[in-house]
């Protein structure tokens, strides 16, 4: 069947309308979500929309009727939240912001569109419009979602190539081997950043450090930019 016409034969944006606020979530997470977290989150979204689709079909007795009423309100539940965080951005509307005068109208705007598409009849002419268009917001979370897996890939290829020099310990004759703390400070910037960038000494610090026999190491780095 060709393209156009599998635009044509079923409503696909339902299923790509649900799936777009878990990827989206995911792609701005990534490194923090693991993948089974996202797998569940997803399967439950479209699971849900499947089956309210499945519903719809069988109440208003047309595919596209029933895709566009799912939609509408899977548009309505996800991006509640993101239109009223708009009042962030626009301060001269956080009094009209606020839920108890934002859901009132939240909700008349969805059962108007409710309305609307249950007096309307049954037309295809709008799927393949909507589908490309879920397609395409689709796609945007997805591509960052593959880059970063792409990245990833890469660097571990590039790290599993590496092999440190591995040296044994012996303990002196007679003697345990000792115990080894190693103490990395989490957010805390070694002495010569916090003495150029604050203007901060700390100098008494390391030296009583060391005056107990610890090693402070001089010009360290991590080879991370935060910590999980």
């Given at each position: 069947m060709p393209m156009r016409d599998t635009l044509k034969?079923?409503?696909?944006?339902?299923?790509?309308?649900?799936?777009y606020p878990v990827l989206a979530l995911f792609a701005n997470n990534l490194g923090?979500?693991?993948?089974?977290?996202?797998?569940r989150s997803l399967a439950i979204s479209l699971g849900?929309?499947?089956?309210?689709?499945l519903l719809a079909r069988v109440v208003l007795k047309g595919w596209h009727r029933a895709a566009l009423l799912i939609s509408l309100l899977l548009l309505a539940f996800f991006a509640y939240g993101q239109v009223y965080d708009?009042?962030?951005?626009?301060?001269?509307?956080?009094e009209v912001m606020r839920h108890r005068f934002f859901a009132p109208l939240w909700l008349a705007l969805f059962l108007a569109g409710t309305a609307l598409v249950l007096r309307s009849r049954e037309n295809p002419r709008l799927?393949?419009?909507l589908n490309i268009a879920a397609a395409v917001m689709l796609a945007m979370p997805l591509?960052?979602?593959?880059r970063y897996a792409l990245v990833a890939s890469?660097?571990?290829r590039a790290g599993s190539g590496e092999r440190l020099p591995v040296a044994s310990l012996t303990a002196p004759p007679g003697k345990p081997l000792p115990s080894v703390y190693f103490i990395l400070l989490d957010t805390y910037m070694r002495s010569d950043a916090l003495?150029?960038?604050?203007?901060?000494?700390?100098?008494?610090?390391?030296e009583r450090l060391e005056s107990q026999g610890f090693y402070v190491p001089m010009c360290s780095r991590v080879n991370y930019s935060y910590t999980q």
């Open positions: 034969a079923f409503p696909y944006h339902t299923l790509l309308l649900a799936a923090e979500v693991s993948t089974d977290v996202f797998l849900a929309a499947a089956a309210l689709l708009l009042k962030k951005s626009l301060p001269f509307l956080a799927t393949p419009i591509v960052q979602v593959g890469q660097e571990y003495l150029r960038d604050y203007q901060y000494d700390n100098s008494a610090f390391v």
